[in-house]
């Protein structure tokens, strides 16, 4: 492999030839070799080449960067967003707490690409456009990180997981409608209970995603403040007046997406409350999520050993040595999403306590895992809607056998003939291995007539369809 020298404040250092980064970038690259290949999610590199391009802007509007410069930057920018780059970001999660080595990975490859473009050779003269003085300008990575991160974020959660949350929502709703006439034994404790219809049971997993979706909306404006404008503590040390406000104003612009200025720098730099408050939001989604998915592959157990209330797609086969088996994975995939959520969610906590003093300094970690967990929960529930809840057929004679053969209808009685006596009748009839309508004749506590008037399943479903 062919090399180059690049230095920087620790001395010259040699980089692949045929790469766009440069001496601090390669220093991380050998320092940190944990998980490698990259790790570092480019979604962080795509937030971080708005806020570049923003800055460059803000700064030649405040008179303190050329419009050469400035253009050359946002050309670079705008090539990394298109994923033309996507190979120049080596580095990993594990580095320096703050984020400093990806903040000068992206400024180098900005720098020797800006070069490259002015029709100069990578590595021969002065560099047309300088990693800190130029494309750092008015910036330290303690306050460009965060913003990467937000920008990052709060994209992720607007784009994949929102509309993949609301799809899944949506259908479940749908479906409530649709079997609201389909009246079934409901349990409790995993035992039978009262009825009530199949779509009021759709109903609750539909009233969870609203809820969890309502929870996560609200946390974008927390979200979409940026720290850019704090530099190195929160006080704004070698920025120009305005810069804060109008570096937020262009990378709203230019993501079109509504991000402005923290309101306090110390915080956005020294604390990622905003991480873990939309993290908190994703966790109570993979909970919800969990509940619904567990129910649905119990109601659809079986085919014929199992619940088998509900019968759902046949995707694949299940099984390498049970021929005829199928499966519900899509419930199994839906669950280890929300695990992996639910782990994750501790660890951007934990991230979150490791504020010192005016710098978090897990930075990478939290931005990490949101970004996992966002992406995670919007593909999952796309997949589990595309591939399974749409399918989701009622079985009707497997809900009538069962509703039939309840033991707990005898609750319809309790207002006829007391607790006590309506609790004799399912003992006995559970003893006896009869039907709820011959003990009750039986013990003589009702007539067939009264029996048939009073135990109606569809009259126990209460008015909420």
């Given at each position: 492999m062919d090399y180059r020298i690049e230095k920087d404040t620790m001395g010259e250092v040699k980089v692949p030839a045929d790469k766009y980064w440069g001496a601090q970038t390669e220093r991380s690259r050998n320092n940190f070799k944990i998980g490698a290949p990259a790790s570092m999610p480019l979604d962080i590199v795509y937030g971080f080449a708005y806020l570049k391009k923003a800055?460059?802007?803000?700064?030649?509007?405040?008179?303190?960067?050329?419009?050469?410069?400035?253009?050359?930057?946002?050309?670079?920018?705008?090539?990394?967003?298109?994923?033309?780059?996507?190979?120049q970001f080596p580095l990993v999660i594990w580095q320096t707490?703050?984020?400093?080595?990806?903040?000068?990975?992206?400024?180098e490859v900005?720098?020797?690409?800006?070069?490259?473009?002015?029709?100069?050779?990578?590595?021969?003269?002065?560099k047309t456009i300088q990693p800190n003085d130029d494309v750092n300008k008015s910036q330290s990575s303690n306050d460009t990180f965060p913003t990467g991160m937000h920008i990052a974020a709060y994209k992720k959660i607007v784009e994949?997981?929102?509309?993949?949350v609301e799809q899944l929502r949506d259908t479940l709703h749908k479906k409530s409608k649709e079997f609201s006439k389909v009246v079934k034994i409901g349990r409790t404790h995993l035992m039978d209970a009262t009825p009530l219809t199949l779509g009021q049971e759709f109903s609750g997993y539909a009233s969870q995603l609203d809820h969890g979706l309502r929870a996560l909306k609200n946390t974008l404006d927390h979200l979409s403040e940026l720290a850019l404008g704090g530099t190195a503590v929160g006080t704004g040390m070698n920025t120009p007046k305005g810069y804060d406000v109008l570096v937020a104003k262009y990378i709203s612009d230019f993501t079109n997406l509504p991000f402005r200025t923290a309101d306090n720098k110390f915080e956005a730099l020294a604390a990622h409350d905003a991480i873990v408050e939309s993290h908190g939001a994703l966790k109570q989604l993979a909970v919800s999520l969990n509940k619904i998915a567990?129910?649905?592959?119990?109601?659809?157990?079986?085919p014929r050993s199992g619940i088998g209330e509900i019968n759902i797609p046949a995707n694949e086969p299940g099984s390498s040595i049970m021929p005829g088996k199928v499966n519900p994975t899509q419930c199994e995939a839906l669950t280890m999403v929300c695990a992996q959520v639910m782990g994750n969610d501790v660890a951007v906590s934990i991230g979150g306590t490791q504020g010192h003093y005016e710098l978090n300094v897990f930075k990478p970690l939290m931005a990490a895992n949101i970004l996992q967990s966002a992406q995670l929960i919007g593909d999952a529930c796309t997949s589990f809607d595309e591939n399974c809840a749409v399918g989701i057929e009622p079985n009707y004679k497997v809900i009538e056998q069962m509703l039939n053969n309840s033991l707990m209808l005898v609750t319809a009685l309790n207002t006829k003939i007391g607790y006590y006596k309506a609790a004799e009748i399912?003992?006995?009839?559970?003893?006896?291995?009869?039907?709820?309508?011959?003990?009750?004749?039986?013990?003589?506590?009702?007539?067939?007539e009264e029996y048939d008037e009073w135990v109606k399943p569809g009259d126990m479903v209460g008015s909420l369809k």
């Open positions: 800055a460059a802007y803000t700064n030649c509007e405040l008179e303190v960067l050329t419009e050469e410069k400035r253009d050359l930057i946002a050309q670079v920018c705008d090539e990394i967003v298109e994923g033309k780059h996507d190979d707490g703050s984020g400093t080595q990806s903040n000068m990975n992206v400024n900005i720098a020797n690409r800006a070069h490259e473009i002015a029709g100069k050779k990578i590595g021969e003269g002065e994949t997981t929102i509309p993949g567990n129910d649905i592959r119990m109601l659809a157990s079986g399912a003992n006995t009839a559970h003893k006896n291995g009869t039907t709820l309508k011959e003990e009750a004749i039986s013990l003589g506590y009702v007539t067939a």
